[in-house]
């Protein structure tokens, strides 16, 4: 047997994977994927000790994607200890970037700014996050624009401390993404390598909106179509309805649905929120056995509201906006909808609490649709004289 390697006995150690692997849904396919699977001849390695349990042994193993695939499901089983693997291989494609740069004193400059800047922050905002991965688009982003800029100025035969506002508007015109270092700049300027510049943000754009008639359509659907598979009807309703985050409907634990006194409740924010009964049936269904989209070796219980397809890890956001998009429901149109209608109708304070939202987001979105705190009281003021 594949992990007994040969002895008859398989590690205690490697039990726990073991039962993952022989809970899969499709026996089949857990079959098939012991039989061929890329990541099943690491696991082997592993089994007879020809590799060491360890994230350093997996990431100096020559087939990188097999060997991450075990590793899921090697933290899930808790035979290895988990760790964000974004963060991981965002540092690793740092260490690829800095190693094409040439020039040693560009070389030395980029890797002190991502070092101690972006990535320092980026570690920072992982240690205190919650969701199972942290977004490094944006730190990439700027390491990248960084070294292009850096470049940019050597083919003009300039250097940093050389550079000056007439430079900076140069590059500004090289592409939409130039204003992007600003980030560099600044910290450059705390650390004394250039003289202080005003860059201009991207700016603010709202975006398009579904009409409120397409967005309770395509509500009313989600809520009654039951032949439509129910992650995709509670994702849609939570985009649609509450305006949430693709990223965030992905991270949500089956902690965060209770039920009680018949009615089912969610916790989006800091308080749980009363959810339609269709959209509460759905919710507990998927809890008791809806969960079928799973990888191999994912253990027989998670606490993600919606597994994905590596052991142990929640579908991703962009997983959830293909599976929505065809069903005709687009993300961005559709959360501006919801937002535009929830913040016009609740102050910005109770938005943000509801809805996890941060206050500056929640009062920019209550200025854009109209609402403050003087309508939402005099509502709540006719409200209580009608029940009277």
């Known amino acids: 047997m594949l992990l007994s390697a040969g002895t008859g006995g398989i590690p205690a150690g490697l039990l726990s994977v073991f039962e993952a692997i022989t809970a899969a849904r499709q026996p089949r396919s857990a079959l098939n994927w012991l039989r061929n699977g890329a990541g099943a001849g690491v696991l082997a390695e592993v089994a007879a000790g020809r590799i060491e349990i360890s994230h350093h042994a997996l990431d100096a193993h020559p087939h990188r994607r097999a060997a991450d695939y075990l590793r899921h499901i090697l933290t899930a089983g808790q035979v290895l200890p988990p760790r964000d693997e974004e963060l991981a291989r965002a540092e690793r494609w740092l260490a690829d970037l800095l190693a094409t740069v040439g020039n040693p004193e560009l070389r030395r ?39 292009a800029f850096l470049d940019w100025l050597a083919s003009r035969g300039q250097s940093l401390a050389s550079c000056r506002h007439a430079d900076i508007d140069d590059w500004l015109t090289t592409g939409p993404g130039a204003w992007q270092i600003r980030g560099f700049l600044a910290w450059a300027t705390r650390q004394g390598h250039c003289p202080a510049f ?21 509500a009313a659907r989600l809520l009654h179509d039951d032949s439509l598979q129910a992650t995709d009807r509670i994702a849609g309703c939570l985009l649609l309805l509450y305006g949430q985050q693709l990223s965030r409907i992905a991270a949500l634990t089956t902690g965060q649905v209770t039920s009680r006194d018949d009615a089912v409740f969610i916790r989006l924010g800091k308080h749980d929120i009363p959810v339609p009964d269709l959209l509460g049936a759905a919710l507990l269904e998927l809890i008791r056995g809806g969960r079928t989209h799973t990888g191999i070796g994912t253990p027989a219980r998670t606490r993600w509201l919606f597994p994905g397809g590596m052991p142990g890890r929640p579908i991703t956001g ?41 206050h500056g987001t929640a009062v920019r979105w209550t200025h854009e649709t109209g609402g403050d705190w003087s309508s939402y009281a005099a509502g709540l003021a006719r409200q209580h004289v009608r029940q009277t």
């Open 198 to 218: 005003a860059i201009p943000g991207p700016g603010h754009t709202a975006g398009t909106a579904i009409s409120a008639d397409q967005r309770w359509a395509h």
């Open 109 to 147: 400059l980029l890797q002190s700014f991502a070092t101690w800047q972006v990535m320092r922050r980026l570690r920072r905002r992982a240690a205190a996050s919650t969701r199972p991965r942290s977004p490094t688009a944006h730190a990439r982003n700027q390491i990248k624009s960084a070294a």
């Open 318 to 358: 962009s997983q959830l906006g293909e599976r929505l998009r065809a069903l005709g429901i687009y993300a961005m149109p559709g959360r501006r909808a919801a937002l535009t209608d929830l913040t016009a109708k609740l102050p910005a304070a109770v938005i943000a609490d509801l809805l996890h939202l941060s």
